[in-house]
């Protein structure tokens, strides 16, 4: 499955996440530039080219005081905000390579409507979120290199 | 900075000219035109036929805002003194500058007005090193205006230059005006320079579309009504009177708007180079002004919980639940050449949020924000037991993880040399220092009341104030130095104390973790010989081997630090040493037309009779503006307890009457009084 589809996989399965508790919004991501795999989902909402797989995938992440909701998007729903990136830039930023703000002033990531949002998503990046540390914080073993 | 050169600014755009209105920055050169860390002009010289102007005045009209009155040839000569030119230049975003030509002739004159522009795009990192830019600039005419572009990858920033004044002609280094002036006639135009993040047709998170003051809100108008809605001081003191004027104005330029914040504002650190987020600037700086704006500490917390650390991350030094250490918005950040995307690397940052927190809720009564943050809150509590624990022994210390790009001392005396024994020796890593454990206890005492009061968990408010107690029992064992009668400054990787007498045990009376018995030992060390030089407590003792009274942190005297060893020596009741050391540090204000600089020597005061300033190019800095406002309040004694504010005044004879009126909180506004009864003279 390509990365992009693992990262809004990783989100349904999550399905809460309670450093979003003091959120009620709806996040529209697009991301382009996804290279095909054959594992990945049938996308009926996905703007096809030239007859090929998605080539740009679009989510809208529901977010009602922590519990997230993903949703294929129809065009129709109106977002809070929409961050739009490339698949190559997604990857980079749920693992770590990057962050938000890098991307947003490299103009590699954009935002239209809540900016606050952006900086919030970075929790939906991040697979850790601070509750429950999978790191031994004294060793630092489980630390990404 | 060199004094001819004049400077405005508004939110973190800032312009930096010579004395006649002029820009000519090289690549290691610090003037031009900034915005978001990055340099959007750096040539902007007016010609008139060809030739350099002279300035016969320069007026700073306001801190956004300045004039100069010009004229042809050199300064001893004046070539044609029948022309005058009038520039006027107001920052916003990016800037507008009018240029008027008076012709004073009794005939008619024809003249070509010639401004040269050109741009670098660096990044203010770059200033300081001259690094070789990576992209490309390009530069067009458009619509009469001259649009000069810089591109690497998706990288983009341009600068528009336009005039209200159709120009003659525009070509690739400027604009050119041919002006027929009638004899006593006038001509003016208003040219606009506008910065842009990001590519044109993508909406820009950095509202740098747009020029003028009042683009967000600021402005003459809107500068009086941030003045209006401070508490009004009537004292007998005009001196103190001047300071405090000058602390609500400078406070109103540090303001900044970070990229998420909408219009709202933080104080930002400092004038011009540290216009930006500092978790521990922008968090000190709310409380010392909270009395007077808690507005600030409502976007402080806000911004700084939002961009709270949510992975692990080298690079940044970055843990769940840290609070950031400094934010950038320049190129180098951009491409991850610079760790400020933000970096995280303070101890202390993560506590002092937490501080803030409560003591915003004691004076506003905001609780539904205490509520709303409540997540982060107990994340910041979890950072400090994990992941600040790097030794496992129970107390916050920091090693930085970037060893490139990233901060060695992690606590607020940041320079390499801070951090000593009385011997001179340095500690390894890692370090922790004293005032971090101070936080921390009063960090989990403050959340405690928070827990029990507004997250229904007294369960969690009972484990909070148990390790509280836990943590002051140990520090007053672990960091007692015996033979000093203090706590040390620090405890080395092996525990063992690093021993030199500091300023930080002041931080210690605020935080509440110095052991009742032990205070008044603690405030004699204060105000004692070896620490107070009359001007206010020295950085650093002046018989420690690393004594320096112009070292950075290691003998100066730091207007903030003072302030809140003051709010540390009333909190235990020693209401006469606070008066002296917030008399000391005011009488020195006196010396700087009420701008306080970041530091001064450490000489002693009877030596130098004048306090002696620590060459910085940081000035108004955040925090020294905000001392005076917390020496207010200490001398007062104002403190919020229920639903009152409490007075309870030790204000120094010199000052005479003080008169606090229309504090804002959660009592609506309460006017204060108090008395010049300490006679802080003859104490010393």
Request: some cysteine; charged content about 25%.
């Amino acid at each position: 499955m390509s990365q992009t589809h693992e990262f809004f996989e990783e989100l349904t399965r999550r399905g809460h996440e309670p450093l979003l508790q003091r959120v009620q919004a709806t996040i529209r991501f697009e991301v382009s530039d996804v290279r095909a795999d054959p594992a990945d989902p049938p996308d009926q909402d996905a703007t096809a080219t030239g007859g090929d797989r998605a080539a740009v995938v679009s989510r809208l992440v529901a977010v009602d005081h922590g519990r997230l909701t993903v949703s294929a998007d129809g065009g129709g729903t109106a977002a809070d905000a929409t961050i739009a990136c490339s698949a190559s830039e997604l990857e980079d930023l749920v693992n770590g390579r990057t962050s938000a703000m890098a991307s947003l002033l490299r103009g590699a990531l954009t935002v239209q409507g809540d900016p606050e949002l952006v900086v919030l998503a970075q929790r939906l990046f991040s697979r850790h979120p601070a509750p429950t540390p999978e790191v031994d914080v004294h060793t630092g073993e489980g630390r990404p290199s | 900075m060199s004094e001819g050169l004049v400077r405005i600014l508004e939110g973190n755009t800032f312009v930096v000219s010579d004395r006649r209105g002029d820009i000519e920055a090289s690549p290691t050169d610090p003037g031009g035109l900034f915005a978001w860390d990055t340099r959007f002009l750096s040539r902007w010289v007016l010609t008139v036929d060809g030739k350099r102007l002279t300035a016969l005045s320069t007026d700073d009209l306001n801190y956004y805002e300045a004039r100069f009155f010009l004229v042809l040839g050199t300064s001893t000569v004046y070539v044609n003194a029948n022309l005058t030119v009038i520039r006027q230049r107001a920052v916003g975003h990016g800037f507008r500058e009018s240029i008027t030509l008076l012709n004073h002739h009794t005939g008619p004159v024809d003249l070509r007005l010639r401004m040269d522009v050109a741009c670098d795009f660096v990044d203010l990192f770059e200033v300081k090193d001259a690094l070789a830019k990576q992209g490309t600039c390009t530069t067009r005419v458009e619509d009469g205006a001259l649009v000069i572009s810089y591109d690497r990858d998706t990288f983009h920033r341009d600068t528009t230059v336009s005039a209200s004044e159709p120009a003659s002609r525009v070509d690739e280094s400027g604009l050119e005006f041919d002006v027929h002036l009638d004899a006593h006639g006038s001509w003016s135009t208003e040219l606009y320079v506008a910065p842009r993040i990001g590519r044109p047709d993508v909406p820009s998170l950095m509202s740098v579309d747009g020029v003028g003051p009042g683009a967000d809100g600021g402005g003459p108008e809107e500068l009086e009504e941030w003045l209006a809605a401070a508490p009004r001081l009537l004292t007998d003191s005009d001196q103190l009177a001047a300071t405090y004027r000058r602390s609500l104005v400078d406070l109103a330029a540090l303001r900044f708007s970070p990229a998420i914040a909408g219009s709202r504002s933080l104080p930002a650190a400092g004038l011009p180079w540290f216009m930006t987020m500092f978790g521990r600037d922008s968090i000190f700086t709310s409380l010392q002004a909270l009395p007077f704006n808690p507005g600030l500490a409502e976007t402080t917390l806000r911004v700084l919980g939002d961009w709270q650390g949510s992975r692990v991350d080298d690079f940044r030094d970055e843990d769940p639940g840290r609070i950031l250490h400094e934010m950038r918005y320049g190129e180098l950040t951009a491409f991850q050449e610079r760790p400020h995307s933000p970096y995280y690397g303070s101890a202390d940052s993560t506590p002092l949020w937490l501080v803030l927190l409560d003591e915003y809720e004691r004076w506003s009564g905001d609780s539904g924000l205490v509520r709303e943050f409540e997540p982060e809150a107990r994340a910041a509590i979890h950072w400090i037991d994990t992941y600040a624990d790097l030794q496992g022994n129970g107390y916050i210390s920091y090693q930085r993880r970037n060893e490139q790009t990233g901060l060695e001392n992690q606590c607020w005396k940041d320079s390499w040399d801070s951090i000593s024994f009385k011997d001179g020796r340095l500690p390894g890593f890692p370090r922790a220092t004293c005032e971090l454990q101070g936080y921390a206890y009063d960090a989990k005492v403050r959340v405690a009341r928070l827990a029990r009061q507004f997250w229904d968990d007294p369960a969690y408010a009972d484990a909070l104030e148990r390790q509280a107690a836990d943590l002051k029992a140990r520090f007053d064992r672990d960091f007692w130095v015996e033979d000093g009668g203090y706590y040390a400054l620090a405890l080395e990787a092996d525990g063992t104390r690093v021993d030199a007498l500091s300023s930080n045990i002041g931080h210690l009376l605020w935080s509440g973790i110095v052991d009742d018995a032990k205070a008044s030992t603690i405030a004699a060390h204060l105000l004692g010989p070896r620490l107070f030089s009359g001007w206010g407590v020295r950085t650093l003792a002046d018989d420690q081997a690393r004594y320096n009274p112009i070292g950075y942190h290691v003998g100066t005297v730091w207007p903030f630090d003072n302030s809140f060893i003051a709010w540390g020596l009333r909190r235990y009741g020693f209401r006469e040493e606070a008066a002296r050391v917030a008399a000391g540090v005011l009488d020195a204000a006196g010396f700087f037309e009420g701008r306080l600089p970041e530091a001064f020597g450490g000489y002693e005061r009877s030596l130098t009779r004048y306090p002696v300033q620590y060459p910085t190019a940081c000035s108004p800095q955040a925090w020294s503006t905000g001392a005076p406002l917390l020496f207010l309040r200490t001398m007062l004694g104002l403190d919020a307890v229920g639903e009152h504010l409490i007075v309870d005044p030790a204000v120094p004879v010199s000052f005479g009457r003080i008169e606090l009126l229309d504090i804002p909180g959660r009592w609506g506004r309460i006017d204060a009084f108090g008395r010049g009864l300490v006679d802080v003279d003859k104490a010393r």
